[in-house]
């Protein structure tokens, strides 16, 4: 009699855990597609061209200017490419970096408008628009956190969220992905009775740290940690951004979320493009190549990546000296980077000299 019981006993347990299990799965199910119905976002794909309309087709040969001194002067400071063809009443400008095509647009919808297009006055409406669009993208960042209703976020993080809008990952925009992710595991969580505001802040600044870390170089969760630590974030969100890269164990019910989240949203179909990702990283790669040598103040990768225009610092980079430049980079990135075809390498070194009548 105790040996049957103990078999029955086996028998109930298993058919009790077969139940439990599932019960859980069409929970979950239930829980994921519940959230995923409620938010049905707007699929955002970012290209690596930006159309600016022309009042009238004249205006081309003023964006050129004499011998092509205002096209030169504008590529120069927004490190973009100008294409001008034969389509009508349309320019287009072309960059792998959002941010850059967007500095651009501004400059020229503006000096359309105006009317002055010269090497001055671009180079006055390009600084105008730089330092007015670090305000728009803080503004940017403090929307996304009322919105999200995250009132207690340090202020000094709303720049880096504001310019994720301006980063992609594999085409999709890392701000809306972020925003997305927020908005799932926030729901989720409120589903299991969990902390959904936590939850909506840990997806938020899950992927922060690819707002800068193309700049400073290094990997975007170890970046990303380092924000959140100066501006005193939960340990949640750092446990966060170093769990959805699977760099460490979850450790609290929401990250759980967070990751589950995070892959939900880039599965989505066309949420993502493998190939473009992969020529933006080649780009990026090319640039950082060129700004490791000493001198150098700026690179811009440009022409789908078969021209890299370089420019240095000339106290520190004599003419000779920007020769010799050109050849190293060359052969530094003949080295370093597999392409088809051949990296035009131009090397600018522009001196000023200031002086006031008075």
Not at 255 to 264: F, I, K, P, R, Y
Not at 291 to 319: L, W
Not at 335 to 347: A, H, L, S, W
């Amino acid at each position: 009699m105790e040996e049957e019981a103990k078999v029955e006993a086996v028998k109930l347990i298993r058919r009790i855990e077969e139940e439990a299990r599932e019960k859980a799965e069409r929970e979950a199910k239930r829980i994921i597609t519940t959230a995923v119905q409620r938010l049905s976002p707007q699929i955002a794909i970012n290209y690596t061209t930006t159309s600016v309309e022309l009042p009238s087709n004249e205006f081309k040969g003023r964006i050129i200017g004499r011998e092509g001194r205002n096209i030169r002067t504008f590529e120069l400071l927004t490190g973009v490419d100008l294409i001008i063809d034969d389509t009508p009443d349309v320019v287009t400008i072309s960059s792998f970096d959002p941010l850059r095509r967007e500095i651009a647009r501004e400059a020229l919808e503006r000096l359309i408008q105006d009317g002055r297009i010269h090497p001055a006055r671009i180079e006055e409406v390009v600084d105008e628009v730089k330092r007015e669009m670090d305000e728009k993208i803080r503004k940017m960042g403090e929307e996304t956190v009322y919105e999200l209703g995250l009132h207690d976020i340090n202020p000094g993080l709303y720049y880096y969220i504001g310019k994720l809008y301006f980063r992609t990952s594999y085409s999709q925009n890392v701000l809306l992905h972020s925003k997305e992710v927020a908005y799932l595991a926030g729901m989720m969580a409120e589903e299991l009775g969990l902390d959904a505001k936590l939850a909506r802040r840990a997806g938020l600044l899950h992927d922060i740290g690819k707002a800068i870390s193309h700049e400073l170089g290094g990997s975007h969760t170890d970046i990303g940690v380092e924000l959140c630590k100066k501006y005193g974030e939960p340990d949640a969100v750092i446990n966060a951004i170093r769990a959805h890269h699977e760099e460490e164990p979850v450790r609290y019910p929401e990250v759980a979320l967070v990751c589950a989240a995070d892959a939900l949203s880039a599965a989505r179909p066309g949420a993502r493009r493998e190939t473009l990702e992969v020529y933006l990283r080649r780009l990026e790669k090319l640039e950082e190549i060129v700004k490791s040598f000493k001198g150098v103040a700026n690179a811009y990768a440009v022409q789908a990546g078969r021209e890299v225009r370089v420019i240095v610092d000339p106290e520190e980079i004599s003419d000779e000296e920007a020769y010799m430049l050109s050849k190293e980079i060359a052969k530094k990135i003949e080295e370093e980077v597999d392409y088809p075809g051949q990296i035009k390498v131009v090397v600018i070194r522009e001196l000023r000299h200031v002086e006031y009548a008075k």
